[in-house]
C-alpha cells in the first residue's frame, strides 16, 4: 500500500477533511500539506517508498493544469497522482495518463477514489515485485552512546543469518571522518565519496564491491577512507543513490548515522524499514530520546519497526537495570531494550577488532547485544519495497 499525501492547493479544510475521511473509510491514513512546493519539501514524501498524491486544483485553469504537469514530471516522477477538478485540457490528461495517474472531478471523488486508489497500487505490484534490501537506520540520540558498535554488532549477526539463506548484509557507516565502524572490525575503509558525490549514477555493482570492505563473516562493510572528507560535501542525491544501489546488491543494508543531523536525515528515517533509536539512560539522552520518538511520529515511521535502545546501562545490586522507571517515562508505550555497561568488554573488543558476539556472546553485554539483534531479525522488509529514493536533495 502506498502512502497517501492530499495537496489542498487553497481550497479550503473542508475538501481536504472530505478527502481524508474516504480515505481513512478505506483504511488509509494520509497527511495533507498546502501546495505541490511543500509536497516536495517535505521528508516524508521524499523518504516514501510509494506515494499516491490527491492533487486538488482550486480551479480548472491552465494555470492549475501547468502546476500538475510540472510536479508530474518533477518531483512526483514515479508518484500516483489523482488530480481532482471539474475538467481537464486533453493534452494534460494524456501526460497525467502517462505518469501513471488518474483523473477525477469533484462530483465523482467520494465514489470513486477508493477504486482509482486500487488500481494505482496494482500497478505498483506489477512494477516492483523483486522486493530491495531491508534498511534498518541506527539513530543515536547524541555523540558517543555505542550506536556504531551496536551497528556493527547487528550487522555481524545479520550477516551470519543471511549467509544461511544466502542473502547478503551492508553496513554503512556515516560517520564519514572517523571510521570508527570499520575500526571496530578491524577492516580497511575503502569507500570513496567524492568519486560518488558528482555523479551518483555512476555507482554500478562493479564500483560498489571496489567500496566494500569484507568482514569474515560475510558482512560487508562502506566506510569512508577519506577522513578529510567534509561533511558538507556528503549531499542526499549521493547517498540515496548508495542506499539504493545497495539495497538492490545486499538482503539487508544498516545504516550507523552520525549523531549530527543533515538535511537527508529525517529523508533517510522515513524511508527505512526499521529504526534503532539508541541513547543512553541520563538525563540529557533520555531527553533527547524523547525528542527523537515525537520525531519519528511526526515522520510517520511506524512504532512497530521503532526499537529504542538504551546502552550503557548500570546493574543495581540485585542484577536489575538502574534508572529502569525514568527510562520507562522517557519514553511512554514505546519499545525499549536496555543494554548493560561492560567497559572491560567493550573495550577488548574495539582493541581485537572483533564482535563480542562473535568472541563473547554468553557474557551479559554479548546477551543484550544478541537481544537487539534477534529483535531486528524480526523485521520482515516493508509491504512496500524500494523506488524513489535517489531524487531527494
Ligand atoms: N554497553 C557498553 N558498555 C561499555 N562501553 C560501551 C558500551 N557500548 C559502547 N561502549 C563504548 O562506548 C564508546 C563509544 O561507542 P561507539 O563509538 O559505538 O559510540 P557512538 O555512539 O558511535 O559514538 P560517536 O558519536 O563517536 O559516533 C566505545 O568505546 C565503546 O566501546
Ligand atoms: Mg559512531
Redesign the pocket.
Known amino acids: 500500500m502506498s502512502d497517501a499525501f492530499i495537496v489542498s492547493n487553497g481550497c479550503g479544510g473542508e475538501a481536504t477533511a472530505q478527502v481524508a475521511l474516504v480515505l481513512e473509510q478505506h483504511g488509509r491514513r494520509s497527511r495533507a500539506v498546502e501546495t505541490v512546493a511543500a509536497l516536495a519539501a517535505d521528508p516524508v514524501f521524499l523518504g516514501a517508498r510509494r506515494r499516491a498524491v490527491i492533487l486538488l486544483a482550486r480551479e480548472a485553469s491552465a494555470e492549475t493544469e501547468a502546476e500538475l504537469v510540472a510536479f508530474i514530471e518533477g518531483p512526483g516522477r514515479g508518484t500516483a497522482t489523482i488530480y481532482v477538478a471539474d475538467s481537464l485540457a486533453a493534452a494534460t490528461y494524456k501526460r497525467l495518463l502517462r505518469g501513471g495517474g488518474e483523473w477525477l472531478t469533484r462530483e465523482a471523488l467520494r465514489r470513486e477514489l477508493p477504486e482509482a486508489l486500487r488500481r494505482i497500487e496494482s500497478g505498483f505490484a506489477e512494477e516492483d515485485a523483486p522486493a530491495g534490501a531491508v534498511i534498518t537506520a541506527f539513530l ?1 540520540a ?9 551497528a556493527a554488532e547487528c550487522g555481524f549477526a545479520a550477516a551470519h543469518r543471511s549467509a544461511k539463506a544466502g542473502g547478503r548484509v551492508a553496513v554503512i557507516d556515516l ?1 564519514v571522518q ?1 571510521a ?1 565502524l570499520a575500526d ?1 572490525l578491524d577492516l580497511e575503509a575503502r569507500l570513496d565519496f567524492s568519486e560518488i558525490l558528482g555523479r551518483p549514477e555512476r555507482l554500478d555493482a562493479r564500483l560498489a564491491e571496489i567500496f566494500a570492505a569484507h568482514h569474515d563473516s560475510g558482512l560487508d562493510v562502506y566506510a569512508s577512507a577519506s577522513r578529510a572528507l567534509v561533511f558538507e560535501e556528503v549531499n542526499g542525491r549521493a547517498l540515496f543513490a548508495l542506499i539504493d544501489r545497495l539495497s538492490q546488491l545486499y538482503a539487508a543494508v544498516h545504516v ?1 548515522l ?2 549530527l543531523r543533515f538535511s537527508w536525515t529525517e529523508t533517510l528515517l522515513a524511508g527505512a524499514d526499521a529504526v534503532v533509536a ?1 541513547g543512553t539512560s541520563d538525563v540529557p539522552a533520555l531527553r533527547r530520546l524523547t525528542e527523537d520518538a515525537a520525531m519519528l511520529d511526526r515522520l510517520g515511521v511506524d512504532r512497530k519497526r521503532t526499537v529504542f535502545v538504551v ?2 546501562c548500570d546493574t543495581t545490586l540485585l542484577g536489575g537495570v538502574a534508572r529502569r522507571a525514568e527510562i520507562e517515562r522517557a519514553l511512554p508505550g514505546r519499545e525499549i531494550l536496555m ?5 572491560a ?3 577488548e ?2 582493541d581485537l577488532g572483533r564482535p563480542i558476539l562473535e568472541f563473547a556472546p554468553k557474557k551479559p ?1 554479548g546477551r543484550d547485544v544478541r537481544a537487539l539483534a534477534d529483535r531486528l531479525a524480526t523485521t520482515a522488509p516493508a509491504a512496500t519495497p524500494p523506488g524513489v529514493r535517489a531524487d531527494a536533495a
Open positions: 543515536p547524541k555523540g558517543g552512546v555505542g550506536n556504531t558498535m551496536l560517520n572517523s570508527a571496530r550507523d552520525p549523531a539508541t546502552n550503557r543494554i548493560r555497561r561492560d567497559e568488554l567493550a573495550t573488543a574495539a553485554l
